[in-house]
């Protein structure tokens, strides 16, 4: 059984997004997704689940009002170079 692979028929490297899933304590079951940082072409897959973990830390701690109900990794949609 093959696993699925990104990009395996591209040149280029895919390029990953943090996206949380939040939602509010006050507010009920109010969700929302957020997209807290925008990573850097050389992250991996890994390297965004490690940054998942930081990142989601940073963000709960800035938003005392909300929880992370989910966090993942997933292509990014739109990548812009600086």
């Known amino acids: 059984m093959k696993a699925n692979v ?3 028929n591209s040149q280029e490297a895919a390029v990953f997004e943090l996206v ?3 939602c ?3 507010a009920g079951a ?3 997704e957020e997209h807290p940082i925008q990573l850097n ?3 991996d897959l890994r390297g965004c ?3 998942s973990q930081i990142e ?3 963000w709960a701690e800035s ?3 909300h929880y992370i109900a989910k966090y993942t990794c997933q292509p990014a949609r739109a990548f812009t170079r600086a």
Request: glycine residues 4%.
């Open 6 to 8: 990104l990009c395996a």
């Open 20 to 22: 949380l899933t939040v």
């Open 24 to 26: 509010s304590i006050v």
């Open 30 to 32: 109010s969700c929302r």
């Open 41 to 43: 072409e050389n992250v």
């Open 49 to 51: 689940m490690i940054a």
């Open 56 to 58: 989601g830390a940073k």
């Open 63 to 65: 938003h005392p009002n």
